[in-house]
């Protein structure tokens, strides 16, 4: 039966968004894989994206009423995600933000549809958890609810303290997040592939030294 998680990396690996090799995070961290979302940038990946990321949704059995992409890379997330999810027979309105306010035509700082009901934030990861926090008063502030948040892919990797991005972003604002794959999944995606077992070794201890479980930090 196929995964579409396991399927999702096989794709980003595919498409050379997903990397192995050694890679200095922001955090100063020896990475042995590299993830780079912005590699998704011609129209067959963007729409293959976009269906991922609706399955992932469906999936979650999240509920919401829209969603809503933070500029700039949330953009073309939301727009890929609605349409992916039109064709599944779910067709929901969606809006993203501008930067900078607009002082003529229709004016304001949000885009497309009225921001109201429970607005579901897309985007690519969370890394400090800054997009997510904006979006989150920024949707309030419209008298909308944030419902929670989709990305691609959660690295299960600790943050500053002893928790990863993804689950600081769950505790503090009390928000699901949906991912397409977790780093579990690729070691579901590793393990049967022979000619990779040197990266997934290294992923492992890389895993061992900055990872967390979905429950908490790993020891």
Avoid: C, W
């Amino acid at each position: 039966m196929s995964n579409f998680r396991t399927d999702f990396i096989d794709f980003a690996v595919q498409r050379g968004v997903l990397k192995f090799g050694e890679f200095v995070t922001k955090a100063g961290r020896l990475s042995p894989y590299f993830f780079n979302a912005g590699l998704f940038n011609d129209g067959d990946s963007l729409r293959r994206l976009g269906q991922f990321y609706a399955e992932a949704i469906l999936a979650s059995g999240v509920q919401y009423d829209m969603l809503f992409g933070p500029a700039y890379k949330g953009i073309p997330l939301a727009s890929a995600i609605v349409i992916a999810l039109a064709e599944k027979g779910h067709n929901v309105p969606y809006a993203f933000n501008r930067k900078e306010a607009k002082d003529h035509g229709e004016g304001g700082t949000v885009v497309g549809a009225p921001l109201s009901g429970r607005v579901l934030i897309v985007d690519d990861v969370i890394s400090a958890g800054t997009s997510v926090r904006e979006s989150v008063n920024l949707i309030r502030g419209m008298g909308a609810e944030p419902a929670g948040v989709a990305i691609a892919l959660d690295r299960m990797e600790r943050g500053q303290g002893a928790l990863s991005a993804v689950q600081e972003v769950e505790r503090q604002h009390g928000l699901p997040v949906v991912a397409i794959a977790r780093l579990t999944d690729l070691f579901d995606y590793l393990a049967p592939r022979g000619d990779m077992a040197q990266y997934l070794h290294k992923i492992e201890a890389y895993r061992q030294q900055y990872g967390v479980t979905l429950d908490g930090p790993q020891g």
